[in-house]
């Protein structure tokens, strides 16, 4: 069994590595007055800093710290990217590095391209590097253009970036969410009427009972973990879903607290284990169980829900083995959640990607919300439905408009303001856009931020895609492996100011809904870098006709905000932030009484059926997932010091199964999907048998390219694979 050196999450690792990253970044008196900069944390959506200043949350608790802060943080401190080195490293040798070599180049500093007969990336001025990606937009077809942006960018250089690509003529507008959150906003919309969390910050600190799904927080929102262990000191009660059992969601030490540091505290009081993709027969197994011990709100589903008797009866109806047999989870545990759900008065679901990962991520998340509206755990305090997000930004980055489907509301004001004519039908999604370049329909395309190559399923079909669009602009403070594994005929690479190195303040918006004010600050390296949105502005002064927009106007960071707070609803007090500093939470998004903005006010059940997903007898189910080490397809470490791995390209599987197939930690293994195979090293972990775990981003080499239809989002965690063994170790040892 792969032993993790630690007992908990958390804990005194974690402050080590604050020390390293510090010494790393060149002293840890310069790291920590970045961190304690008043800028919204870069790394994921929980929200820290702002105006409160840095390492607090929300609520202006202190000290707020995490580990990926530290790593991202460090990370644009140290070393930059020189012309020498682009000059003696050709583009091949470039494109067999590893996303952690690729990351521990330095930053990029000055503008770069490679065209169809370079050999190496070689430097340029920002003017060719602007005229080019000009040129290339004015001739191309509307439709044959997109604009991609991840969630790492402010408010202000998206809002810009929507504005310049529809006012272009393009709805190929889109974002990272399509393979992250997507499915929840979808699924959100038709339950509430909203597609974002229906709770404040506030309200995690009133429930008494927190139900983690599909989510590992412990790694990827470890302030999180804070909020789970203050619930159960209270007296509350948490559950698990997780068909791996995660070290941090057992056991943390919550570095802010001594007592925990020293004793550790527990995260969970239950913890279920369904296999991959079967979250939906165990909800249902929960909702029947629920309905059977009189659990029921029916107050609040009569007066404030509607759909609930269909809901009801197809449970009621449901056998009890059946739904056991599909989940994986035993009739005695679902009792005792059933019991903790029933004994609970106030509950919060929270969920990440494993449940939008799935071709019925939607479906999962219906599911979900069936649970809670018949606990009657919405638009009350302390209740309510809690999308755990990634990127810091990507929830402002869809709200201010980087999305090919924008509310009627949006559009009627983007033309009554700009006069812009917007095609009626939704433009091409982030999985549409790669699909049209495949099949040579796309000409030129705009990334800000990001690394699509790497996020992408199928990476060789991606890699075709992307190297056939004639020139493809990237904007980036860091080189990743899709600046040279996704490169298109020819590529333009821009380098861009972190957001806490710009010159004029900007915005972000929380996974709670409430919007930052970041200060900026001075760059961290010496070079050219730009502001994302100077360089946004600058384009579109050689894209779009004359006259029309006062480009130079809509430069400044403030005057963007008074346009979003015209345009996108909720955002009002945005016109002012920069001037009084105060931030605040979005109107209209999240319920304290239940009036919910659907037509009827009600909000809504769904039916939901037993998912499709079943892999053959002879076949596994796999999900892939991410280390402690990294930041998405940007890995920091080896190590993923939580789950006991010391090396990436491990498959975790369960002692049962390995046994079974004559296995040993350390054989080597094949493991094929329908795309494609993956040599690997056995490591055994606590995952529920018939199930295995590898890491993204290694892992979309084998992740074949199917969707979730209502969301567009990939399965990234329900595949069918074969495993084979193809020798014995040395590999994974035990740490
Ligand atoms: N340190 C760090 N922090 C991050 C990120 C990072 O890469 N590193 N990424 C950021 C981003 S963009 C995102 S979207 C979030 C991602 O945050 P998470 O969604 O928490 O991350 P994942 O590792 O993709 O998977 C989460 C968990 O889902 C479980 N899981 C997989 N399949 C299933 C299933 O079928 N059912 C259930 N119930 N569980 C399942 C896995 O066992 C794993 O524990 O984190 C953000 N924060
Ligand atoms: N198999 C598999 N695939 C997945 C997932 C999975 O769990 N499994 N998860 C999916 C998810 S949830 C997501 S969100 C996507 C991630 O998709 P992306 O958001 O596209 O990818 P990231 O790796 O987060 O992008 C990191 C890069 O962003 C750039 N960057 C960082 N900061 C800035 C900035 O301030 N400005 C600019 N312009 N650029 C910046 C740097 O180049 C850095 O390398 O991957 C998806 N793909
Ligand atoms: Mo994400």
């Known amino acids: 069994m792969a032993k993790p050196k630690v007992d908990a999450g958390g804990g005194i690792p974690a402050l080590l590595y604050v020390w390293k990253k510090g010494l790393e970044a060149g002293g840890f008196l310069k790291l920590y007055r970045r961190l304690s900069s008043r800028n919204a944390c870069k790394t994921c959506a929980l929200g820290m800093g702002g105006q409160a200043g840095g390492m607090r949350n929300e609520a202006g608790h202190w000290p707020e710290v995490c580990k990926k802060s530290i790593q991202a943080q460090a990370g644009d401190m140290a070393g930059v990217v020189t012309e020498e080195f682009l000059a003696r ?108 969390a229906s709770i404040t910050l506030d309200d995690l600190g009133q429930a008494d009972f927190a139900l983690v799904i599909g989510a590992n927080p412990a790694s990827n929102h ?28 057992v056991r943390f030490r919550i570095p802010s607290s001594v007592r925990s540091m020293l004793f550790g505290s527990d995260v969970s009081d239950l913890y279920l284990q369904p296999h991959i993709g079967a979250d939906i027969p165990l909800l249902i197994a929960l909702l029947k169980g629920v309905i059977e011990r009189g659990g029921v709100d029916q107050e609040f589903v009569e007066a404030h829900t509607s759909g609930w008797d269909a809901v009801a009866a197809f449970a009621r109806n449901s056998s009890w083995d059946e739904l056991i047999e599909a989940s994986g989870v035993g009739r005695e545990e679902i009792d005792r959640a059933v019991a903790l759900i029933t004994g609970a008065k106030r509950g919060i679901v929270l969920w990440a990607m494993g449940l939008t990962h799935h071709e019925h991520g939607v479906e999962n998340i219906k599911a979900l919300g069936n649970l809670c509206l018949a606990r009657g755990w919405l638009g009350r305090e302390g209740c309510g439905m809690l999308p755990i997000r990634g990127h810091s930004n990507v929830q402002g980055v869809g709200s201010v408009g980087v999305n090919p489907v924008t509310s009627r509301a949006f559009r009627a004001r983007l033309e009554e303001l700009y006069g812009i004519p917007l095609p009626a039908g939704p433009g091409l999604d982030t999985y549409a856009s790669l699909e049209a370049a495949h099949a040579g329909k796309i000409e030129a395309a705009v990334l800000l931020g990001g690394n699509l190559y790497g996020s992408n399923p199928d990476s060789a079909w991606g890699a075709e895609a992307l190297g056939r669009i004639p020139l493809i602009t990237y904007l980036t403070t860091k080189f990743n492996e899709g600046h040279f ?131 053959a007898a002879d076949q596994f189910r796999l999900m892939t997932l991410r280390s402690e080490g990294q930041f998405n397809t940007v890995v920091y470490e080896e190590e993923d010091l939580y789950r006991g791995m010391t090396r990436r390209d491990v498959v975790m599987m369960a002692a049962e199964d390995a046994t079974r197939l004559g296995l040993d930690e350390g054989d080597r293994v094949e493991v094929r999907s329908e795309v494609g195979a993956m040599a690997l090293v056995v490591a055994i972990a606590e995952i529920r048998p018939g199930n295995l775990a590898i890491y993204y981003p290694e892992a979309n080499a084998i992740v074949p390219r199917r969707l979730d239809p209502q969301s567009g989002t990939p399965a990234f965690k329900s595949i069918a694979v074969h495993l084979e063994r193809i020798g014995a170790g040395p590999g994974q040892r035990s740490g």
């Open 485 to 615: 594994k996704g490169r298109g005929a020819t590529t333009l690479v821009l380098p861009v100011l972190a957001r806490d190195e710009e010159h004029e303040s900007t915005t972000q918006e929380s996974m709670f809904n409430y919007v930052r004010l970041s200060d900026g600050g001075s760059a961290a390296v010496a070079g050219e870098m730009r502001s994302e949105v100077g360089i946004i502005a600058a384009l579109a002064e050689r894209i779009l006709p004359a006259g029309r927009f006062d480009w130079s106007a809509l430069g400044s960071h403030q005057r963007l905000r008074e346009e979003i707070a015209r345009v996108v609803p909720g955002y009002g007090p945005l016109a002012e932030i920069g001037r009084t500093g105060r931030e605040f939470q979005i109107e209209g998004r999240t319920f304290h009484s239940p009036a919910f903005p659907t037509p009827d006010q009600r909000a809504r059940f769904h039916p939901v059926a037993l998912p499709a997903f079943r892999p």
């Open 222 to 249: 470890p302030r999180l973990i804070t909020q789970l262990v203050k619930l159960r000191e209270r007296g509350g009660r948490v559950l698990v879903i997780n068909p791996l059992r995660e070290l941090g969601l």
């Open 89 to 196: 490293t050709p583009l091949a040798q470039l494109a067999g590095m590893s996303s952690a070599e690729c990351e521990s180049l330095g930053r990029v500093v000055f503008p770069m391209m490679a065209g169809p007969a370079d050999s190496h990336y070689r430097r340029i001025s920002w003017d060719e590097a602007l005229d080019r990606t000009g040129a290339a937009l004015r001739e191309a077809a509307r439709d044959g253009v997109f604009f991609y942006s991840s969630g790492r960018s402010s408010n202000e250089a998206a809002f810009l970036f929507q504005l310049v690509a529809r006012a272009y003529g393009t709805e190929n507008i889109h974002n990272c969410s399509f393979y992250c959150h997507a499915a929840s906003s979808v699924a959100l919309k038709e339950i509430y009427g909203s597609g974002t």
